[in-house]
Structures are given as structure tokens and as C-alpha cells.
């Protein structure tokens, strides 16, 4: 596999820092959304700002799968290419149970694109980023 087409390993802080401020963002909602503090025009523009959001995090997540690692070698490749195959094997097992479920409840259960391409990505990052630490504390 061609190592040329990753980002360079600076951009992966960008994705973290990416993510760590839409989670900023959305728990302040969250918690200005309970108390009933958040102005009418932010429901007018509630739309647009979830897109925004959920694009946000999109890019930051794409940062972090796609850079380089300080040291790449074929192992780490490997290792992302197998959290890949889970991540998309995981998404498209929940896609199914969403579809057999909204049969079952007679209530269908919208599994938005965006939604579902972040899902996979969340996926992904995850259990490449589990699999990375767990084999650089077997080899440390």
C-alpha cells in the first residue's frame, strides 16, 4: 500500500482539536438547551448548525484516520486497513438492525447519510486508535 496518499501526522492535532471543540460547542447547547437559555434564532438557524456540526466533525475525524503515525510502517497500514474493514462491517450490522427494527416498532428510525458516514468514522477511529495502543504497549 502506498503510504503517499496519508495526510501528514501534524494534521491528526488538527482533527483532535477539530472534535475537541465540537464537543465544547455541543455540550454548551446541550446544557443551554436544558435551562431554556439559548436565543430564539438559534432554533431558526438549528438546522444549518447541525450540518455544520456534523461536518465538523466529519473533517476532524477523516484528520485523524488519514494521517501518518510519527513512525509508518506496513504493521501500522495493516492495522488501519483491518479497523476500516471492522468499522465498515460494525456500521453496515447497524444499518441492518435499524432497517429490521423500524419493521418491528412500526416507526421508522431515519438513519440519516451524515449521520451514518460518522458513525463509521467514529468507528473507525476507535478501534484504530484501540488497536495502535494496544500494539505499541506490547512492543514497548
Not at 76 to 98: E, P
Request: charged share 20%.
Amino acid at each position: 500500500m502506498n503510504s503517499s496518499i496519508y495526510l501528514p501526522h501534524k494534521y491528526e492535532r488538527i482533527g483532535w482539536s477539530l472534535i475537541l471543540v465540537h464537543g465544547i460547542i455541543l455540550l454548551i447547547l446541550a446544557i443551554l438547551d436544558v435551562s431554556g437559555m439559548l436565543p430564539e434564532a438559534y432554533y431558526d438557524a438549528g438546522y444549518f448548525i447541525r450540518v455544520l456540526f456534523r461536518y465538523s466533525l466529519m473533517i476532524g475525524l477523516v484528520f485523524i484516520i488519514c494521517s501518518k503515525e510519527k513512525y509508518e510502517d506496513e504493521l501500522i497500514m495493516q492495522i488501519r486497513l483491518k479497523a476500516f474493514q471492522q468499522g465498515l462491517f460494525i456500521t453496515v450490522a447497524l444499518s441492518l438492525f435499524m432497517f429490521i427494527l423500524t419493521f418491528l416498532v412500526r416507526y421508522p428510525l431515519v438513519y440519516e447519510s451524515a449521520e451514518g458516514i460518522n458513525a463509521t468514522l467514529i468507528f473507525i477511529a476507535v478501534i484504530y486508535k484501540f488497536k495502535l495502543y494496544k500494539f505499541k504497549k506490547e512492543n514497548d
